[in-house]
């Protein structure tokens, strides 16, 4: 039995380590340049183990893009249980800005040849605007957004443009912070009062 669990304990350590090595690789080079192999190779591993952990490509690319999602979110679910909406706002753009920084932006574009990976993207999109509004909704109590606001169509305006900006590839035909900026910062403004105002002035500056 101690064997078993010792074998049970190994493969779910292995397990994790090869999803945080794809995920460097994905994110570093595009999903598509990276091979089962250099997966392998990287962890001084056969690409049969790789393959008996997961079945193909895309089941791994699903927990590499599941993984990052559900830390991402646990982290920002802890971070707003401490901060006010506006430096949720800013700490979001911050790591928009970072993620930018470190990853080549060919991952995004290989992931529409993975039907699995973009249904669970999707799904999460669908559940995201549920809480933009209702984060939108806390920005108003606490007094930083405005209460004449109508924010679900808001939001259906900002998934339109996140689909335009990802259709005419928007993000290699200008700087991304300036894209982002316009993008995301400029309307916020536009949403806050003159307290949001202030603070999202003194934290640009």
């Keep these: 039995m101690q064997e078993i669990k010792d074998l049970n304990t190994y493969r779910l350590s292995l397990k994790e380590k090869i999803v945080e090595a794809a995920t460097k690789a994905f994110l570093a080079r595009g999903v598509k340049a990276v091979k089962m192999d250099d997966i392998a190779t990287s962890l001084s591993i056969s690409k049969r183990t790789v393959y008996e952990i997961f079945g193909d490509k895309e ?3 699903f927990e590499s893009v599941k993984m990052g999602f559900e830390k991402r979110q646990a982290f920002m679910v802890d971070f707003s249980e401490t901060h006010n909406v506006m430096e949720v706002v800013m700490e979001v753009y ?8 470190s990853i080549n932006y060919r991952f995004y574009e290989d ?3 993975y039907p699995q990976v973009m249904k669970y993207l999707d799904d999460v999109h669908q559940k995201s605007h549920h809480l933009f509004i209702s984060f939108m909704q806390r920005g108003v109590i606490e007094g930083y957004f405005r209460s004449d606001v109508n924010y679900e169509l808001i939001g259906k305006m900002f998934d339109s443009i996140g689909k335009y900006v990802a259709c005419e590839g928007l993000y290699t035909q200008y700087p991304y912070e ?3 900026s316009n993008l995301m910062l400029v309307p916020f403004r536009g949403f ?5 105002v202030k603070i999202l002035d003194d934290v640009k500056k």
């Design 59 to 61: 089941s791994l690319l």
């Design 178 to 180: 300036e894209l982002l």
């Design 192 to 196: 806050c009062t003159a307290k949001g």
């Design 94 to 101: 911050r790591q928009k800005v970072e993620d930018y920084q």
């Design 111 to 113: 992931l529409r040849f």
